[in-house]
């Protein structure tokens, strides 16, 4: 069931894309841009959580279909941003770019490229400019969060176990090790899940 647009989350969102935008464009007050895409990764919890305890409130809730309707709306834009990548990178990157992008595209492809460029780059670097599905790695943390989540919430609804503790406690054991990483890790911290 496809929920009713709130004109609010759309003016976060657009609010959100400025930082980000501007951190891409070089401009230096917007050095950290990229807290527009923890604002997505919110804005995107806050309505798939909603999506989901409705849809078990009102025993309808299938993994099968979650999934069915991630993968609807999310596959064909990837799909269509990694064939338009494609074609330039074949026409200007040298042979030893090409398999790098190659790697890239397969990381992609299987939502691990959070993982890949956590290895392979340093967010920070001017390299990343080199890197046509870079932008990627956080779809792929929105992916993996969506493997894991609504299996909770189902088996947290379904055992009639309040929802509020689990999850405050699920939220309390990820920001621990955020806060730890960033000091130890931080480019671990920013790829990763926590």
């Known amino acids: 069931m496809q929920k009713e647009r709130r004109p609010t989350v759309d003016g976060l969102r657009t609010i959100a894309v400025f930082p980000v935008i501007f951190f891409h464009a070089g401009w230096p007050q917007f050095a950290g841009g990229f807290l527009g895409v923890d604002i997505f990764f919110v804005i995107s919890g806050y309505l798939i959580t909603g999506i989901l305890l409705d ?5 309808r809730f299938s993994i099968i279909k979650f999934y069915e309707r991630r993968a609807r709306r999310i596959l064909p834009a990837l799909t ?45 670097s001017e390299s990343i400019h080199m890197k046509p599905l870079f932008h990627a790695w956080s779809l792929a943390v929105e992916e993996q969060f969506y493997v894991g989540f609504p299996l909770l ?10 929802m509020l503790a689990p999850i405050a406690g699920l939220a309390i054991a990820s920001l621990l090790p955020a806060q730890w990483m960033s000091a130890q890790y931080p480019s671990a911290n920013f790829y990763l899940f926590p």
């Not at 064939?83 to 939502?111: G, R």
């Not at 919430?153 to 309040?162: E, P, S, T, V």
């Open 55 to 59: 849809d078990l409130a009102a025993n």
């Open 80 to 124: 269509l941003v990694i064939a338009a990548s494609l074609i330039p990178a074949w026409l200007w990157m040298m042979p030893d770019q090409m398999e790098n992008f190659a790697k890239s595209v397969i990381a992609t492809a299987l939502f691990g490229s959070n993982f890949f460029f956590w290895w392979d780059t340093n967010y920070f």
């Open 153 to 162: 919430l189902w088996a947290l609804y379904r055992k009639r176990i309040g």
